[in-house]
T-cell receptor, first 116, second 114 residues
Framework: GQQLNQSPQSMFIQEGEDVSMNCTSSSIFNTWLWYKQDPGEGPVLLIALYKAGELTSNGRLTAQFGITRKDSFLNISASIPSDVGIYFCAGQKVFWVKAAGNKLTFGGGTRVLVKP | GAGVSQSPSNKVTEKGKDVELRCDPISGHTALYWYRQSLGQGLEFLIYFQGNSAPDKSGLPSDRFSAERTGGSVSTLTIQRTQQEDSAVYLC????????????FGSGTRLTVV
């Protein structure tokens, strides 16, 4: 079953605001990934993190891989309307010796909506 | 192709019927994954193919679900005797090597069982 707890489940943004979401796990992952999904589309990779403590930016997005390897956060600065969508964290256990599939375990998603 | 292509994009079927969902991965990608996304939920792993190795079927929810990948390229996910709880979006993804830098998803097939 799902092992990643993602919060908040939903949030409202106003243009220009910074937003933050995070993901925690009961087990260790070697890689953390953040995806965004628009309606009717598959998830698109935003940021990948490979090392505990790593802080990585992609434009207005910043993500960190927690030191314990059990958590990660994603920040969006100066939000714009097209930031609306569902954001998923995903953890990956990478097995170098055997092709264990490197399947992703996903969080439940954070739905980002525009403040009415 | 340029992206992962899935067909059909939408499928409505009657309970008890069999369905086949198709995935055409990015050319040259050796790894192919199937995930299921139920309404308002995250993605649930179903099955993984890597080259000519035996697939990892550990995520298939029941023996009504099966998948094959012919010639290391196109994959078909088959659901036999569909049930209403099978209604979901079925997403396919592919990657180079073993996908350790994440992978590219298709737009999915929305399956509705009535």
């Amino acid at each position: 079953g799902q092992q990643l707890n993602q919060s908040p489940q939903s949030m409202f943004i106003q243009e220009g605001e910074d937003v933050s979401m995070n993901c925690t796990s009961s087990s260790i992952f070697n890689t953390w990934l953040w995806y965004k999904q628009d309606p009717g589309e598959g998830p698109v990779l935003l940021i990948a993190l490979y090392k505990a403590g790593e802080l990585t930016s992609n434009g207005r997005l910043t993500a960190q891989f927690g030191i314990t390897r059990k958590d990660s956060f994603l920040n969006i600065s100066a939000s714009i309307p097209s930031d609306v969508g569902i954001y998923f964290c995903a953890g990956q256990k990478v097995f170098w010796v055997k092709a264990a599939g490197n399947k992703l375990t996903f969080g439940g998603g954070t739905r980002v909506l525009v403040k009415p | 192709g340029a992206g992962v292509s899935q067909s059909p994009s939408n499928k409505v079927t009657e309970k008890g019927k069999d369905v086949e969902l198709r995935c055409d991965p990015i050319s040259g990608h050796t790894a192919l994954y199937w995930y299921r996304q139920s309404l308002g939920q995250g993605l649930e792993f179903l099955i993984y193919f890597q080259g000519n190795s035996a697939p990892d079927k550990s995520g298939l929810p029941s023996d009504r679900f099966s998948a094959e990948r012919t010639g290391g390229s196109v994959s078909t996910l088959t659901i036999q005797r569909t049930q209403q709880e099978d209604s979901a979006v079925y997403l396919c993804a592919s990657s180079r090597n073993r996908g350790w830098r994440g992978y590219t998803f298709g737009s999915g097939t929305r399956l509705t069982v009535v």
